[in-house]
């Protein structure tokens, strides 16, 4: 077989689309690179969707940390606390068996019992918890010139958090929180191997690097085509983020602007 050939059959494989058993014998570097690759799918469509509607909580949270009514506050920060205080690992396994718990109440909890679903809220709550805290130190670290001005010039209300609260918080929470996206996608390689069944062997791209590391008894193959697609999918975060970052500091001298600086999380 081609490894063209390979790619038709195989690179849509972890959706459903192509062949419907994987190879089992005399494995081609094509087919690990094919297969890992298309599992890749999965990683991108778990980070993407975390990140992006986490975005959005994560600025609540961080505002109702430092609300004025006690109840909202109280509750950001123990939703916070809570999810940065627990493994992400037992998150997903304990949301799993809930989910398969309430199953039995009603059939609306179906798809939660499916990683598509369920393990998406358990990363999006994660990331929001996260990112809430990023955003709530940038959010203290606003200089009060900055609120002193828009008072100044009859700013307030949402107006005031709309034009200047919002848009300085995110460029003094944005290298931070450009690390916090790298890890959430590195984090969905967790997704599979915790309580989440792969349905018909449709697995993210770990799941298929583990699978061809038991059958050839090889893992050095396998895991550095993984590590090279993270890296690359780690370099276009960095790309895609560093314009937003550019975006947001275009008011700023050059010599003034804040560059992005990688830090690796090594244990979180």
């Not at 991108?44 to 509607?53: D, N, P, Q, R, S």
């Not at 700013?155 to 890890?183: C, D, H, K, Q, V």
Request: net charge positive.
């Amino acid at each position: 077989m081609s490894c063209w050939q390979t790619i038709q059959d195989y690179g849509l494989r972890s959706l459903g689309i192509g062949e419907r058993l994987l190879p089992r014998e005399d494995f081609t570097l094509c087919e690990q690179v094919t297969l890992i690759g298309s599992g890749l799918l999965w990683n991108i469509y778990f980070g993407t969707l975390a990140l992006l509607a986490g975005f959005l909580l994560a600025t609540a949270l961080a505002i109702g940390k430092g609300a004025r009514n006690r109840a909202v506050r109280v509750a950001s920060t123990w939703f916070i606390f809570i999810f940065r205080g627990s493994p992400l690992f037992i998150q997903f396994f304990f949301a799993y068996f809930a989910f398969l718990s309430l199953k039995s109440v009603s059939p609306i909890f179906d798809p939660f019992t499916s990683a598509w679903a369920g393990a998406l809220i358990v990363l999006f709550f994660n990331t929001a918890a996260y990112s809430g805290e990023i955003f709530y130190g940038a959010l203290r670290s606003i200089p009060k010139g900055d609120v002193d001005a828009a008072d100044a010039y009859g700013f307030s209300g949402w107006a005031r958090f709309r034009r200047i609260i919002w848009p300085t918080m995110l460029r003094l929470a944005w290298p931070a929180y450009t690390n916090e996206a790298i890890f959430l996608f590195h984090a969905t390689t967790l997704v599979f191997f915790s309580g989440f069944p792969a349905w018909q062997q449709r697995g993210d791209a770990l799941y298929y690097a583990n699978y061809f590391a038991d059958k050839t008894f090889n893992p050095f193959v396998p895991y550095p085509i993984l590590a090279g697609y993270f890296i690359l999918l780690t370099l276009v975060i960095l790309g895609l983020f560093g314009l937003i970052n550019s975006r947001l500091n275009r008011h700023l001298p050059k010599e003034a602007r804040r560059r992005l600086k990688l830090r690796l999380n090594i244990i979180r």
